[in-house]
């Protein structure tokens, strides 16, 4: 069973910066490397929950429109691991994050129909 855990949130003060990370197990290197699509989502309270970047098996990343130039990810293969790097922090975009996964990326990106959720990991921005 494919298991993802997140870390890194925490509280800032606006103009700050945090580092998410999300490892995922449970899958051989094959069935990663072949399609697995990874991305993190983010729900701020009262709010539904919206994408905020997803990287896919071909090398391209996606972003949403409110974190574009802001959030940057990264990913470390070996370890099955990616990381959205959370620049200029404002205080909309404290929420709980959370990270996705598929086998294959979905048509729609940003729709919640990710088989593989975690727990998430809460960001709160102060200003």
């Known amino acids: 069973q494919v298991r993802l855990v997140e870390s890194g949130g925490g509280s800032v003060q606006a103009g700050g910066s945090l580092n998410l990370s999300c490892v995922a197990s449970?899958?051989?290197?094959?069935?990663?490397?072949?399609?697995?699509?990874m991305g993190w989502f983010r729900q701020a309270p009262g709010k539904g929950r919206e994408g905020v970047a997803i990287?896919?098996?071909?090398?391209?990343?996606y972003y949403s429109d409110s974190v574009k130039g802001r959030f940057p990810t990264s990913q470390d293969n070996a370890t099955k691991t990616v990381y959205l790097l959370m620049n200029d922090l404002q205080p909309e975009d404290t929420a709980m994050y959370y990270c996705?996964?598929?086998?294959?990326?979905?048509?729609?990106?940003?729709?919640?129909?990710?088989?593989?959720w975690g727990k998430g990991t809460q960001v709160t921005v102060s200003s």
């Open positions: 996705a996964a598929d086998l294959f990326c979905p048509r729609d990106l940003w729709a919640r129909v990710y088989r593989y």
């Open positions: 449970g899958l051989t290197m094959y069935t990663y490397y072949k399609n697995f699509c």
């Open positions: 990287y896919s098996r071909s090398g391209s990343t």
